[in-house]
């Protein structure tokens, strides 16, 4: 069974730029999460989906993030303008509607300069 | 407030010597709780979980977690570490709800493993 996939794996970009990730779950998870991991930090849940739908999205900063998740499969997180502090990796993860195991994707990792 | 505290930011042992990676939680109610692993430019693997039920859970790569109401603690243990074991390990808790997946991580614990 294929894992969580994610892309690109590694971003560099200037302040003030715009960058997006794409994540594309394990086949049949209905529910999908973007976390964002700083340098020397745990994962902090940025939005859930279930299906096409946001369940949770309280702790994205909706001033310069966005997220999508059309026809319910895969997803985009859009940064726009990046700022230094948005340096970070960027976790995927998805689930089972219902069941409380998440799995993980390598990741993005976002540099900005 | 929902939080996770491990104490420990760096562990080194020796190859063959037994680990103990500590654990606390604060939560409303009765948690999920998660022990994750993540190696270098991965993302987490689930190493174990504890629900409900036995309160010593076992994982993969021969982890073990004791989750103890009493102490909110549900700590990591192996009895013989190995090489391949170097990584940072994440404690995890998570909502009973079948909706809000949230879950809130520890700041992790790097282990380094001498040969």
């Known amino acids: 069974e294929a894992g969580v996939a994610q892309s690109p794996r590694y971003k560099i970009i200037e302040k003030r730029q715009s960058v997006a990730f794409w994540c594309n779950p394990i086949?049949?998870?209905?529910?999908l999460y973007w976390y964002q991991q700083i340098l020397g930090q745990g994962p902090k849940l940025l939005i859930q989906?279930?299906?096409?739908?946001?369940?949770?999205d309280s702790q994205l900063p909706k001033d310069r993030f966005s997220a999508e998740r059309l026809k319910g499969v895969d997803s985009t997180l859009k940064i726009q303008p990046a700022k230094l502090e948005d340096s970070a990796v960027y976790l995927c993860?998805?689930?089972?509607?219902?069941?409380?195991?998440?799995?993980f994707g390598p990741g993005t990792r976002l540099l900005v300069l | 407030a929902q939080s996770v505290t491990q104490p420990d930011i760096h562990i080194t042992v020796s190859e063959g010597a037994s680990l103990e990676l500590r654990c606390n939680y604060s939560?409303?109610?009765?948690?999920?709780l998660f022990w994750y692993v993540q190696s270098p430019g991965q993302g987490l693997q689930l190493l174990l979980k504890?629900?409900?039920?036995?309160?010593l859970v076992q994982g993969i790569k021969g982890f073990e977690a004791e989750f103890k109401r009493s102490q909110s603690s549900f700590n990591l243990r192996k009895p013989s570490v190995h090489w391949s074991d170097a990584a940072e390990y994440f404690c995890?808790?998570?909502?009973?709800?079948?909706?809000?997946?949230?879950?809130?991580f520890g700041r992790g614990t790097q282990l380094t493993v001498w040969p």
């Open positions: 989906f279930q299906n096409n739908g946001v369940v949770d």
């Open positions: 504890y629900f409900s039920g036995d309160t």
């Open positions: 993860a998805s689930s089972l509607q219902g069941q409380e195991t998440q799995y």
């Open positions: 086949s049949g998870h209905a529910t």
């Open positions: 995890a808790v998570g909502a009973r709800s079948s909706t809000l997946g949230r879950l809130y």
């Open positions: 939560y409303g109610a009765t948690p999920y």
